[in-house]
């Protein structure tokens, strides 16, 4: 069952009012803001989603792989290079997201010791 109109508007407006509240409320809120979102953005952009992928597929056999797509007809399937590809491609993201984190809560925390 939808929520009419009005308690949709009253929640979004809810929000909002504790949203400013909040930030007018509490000092240094930007730089809390700032640090979280340096941190939270990095890790689930670029280190969370190839953790994920290389725990999902490290459990499958690679040894019914073709070496190649043209050792057999279905093309659809990966190859054995493929998913080495893959796999190295997952732990390059991981290690930029291991360095944008790292390159980001080092800036944050140098500006905030600046102000």
Same mark, same amino acid.
């Given at each position: 069952?939808?929520?009419s109109p009005?308690? /949709? ?6 929000? !909002? +009012?504790? !949203? @400013? ?6 000092? @240094? *809120? +930007?730089?809390?803001?700032?640090f979280?979102? !340096?941190? !939270?953005?990095?890790?689930? %952009? *670029? ?8 725990f999902?597929?490290s459990?499958?056999?690679? =040894?019914?792989l073709?070496?190649? =797509?043209?050792d057999t007809?279905d093309a659809? /399937?990966? %190859?054995?290079?493929?998913?080495n /590809?893959? *796999? &190295?491609?997952?732990? @390059?993201?991981?290690c &930029?997201g291991v360095? @944008?984190?790292v390159?980001s809560? #080092?800036? #944050? *925390? $140098?500006?905030?010791? $600046?102000?």
């Open positions: 069952e939808e929520a009005g308690v /949709r508007v009253g929640v979004r407006l809810s929000i !909002c +009012v504790l !949203c @400013a509240t909040i930030s007018l409320g509490v000092p @240094a *809120f +930007v730089d809390v803001l700032s979280v979102g !340096c941190c !939270c953005v990095a890790v689930v %952009s *670029f280190i969370v989603p190839p953790l994920l992928h290389i999902l597929t459990g499958e056999s690679t =040894n019914d073709p070496v190649k =797509n043209s007809a659809s /399937r990966p %190859s054995l290079l493929d998913f /590809r893959i *796999f &190295w491609v997952d732990v @390059a993201m991981l &930029w360095v @944008a984190t390159i809560t #080092t800036f #944050t *925390f $140098q500006m905030e010791h $600046q102000a």
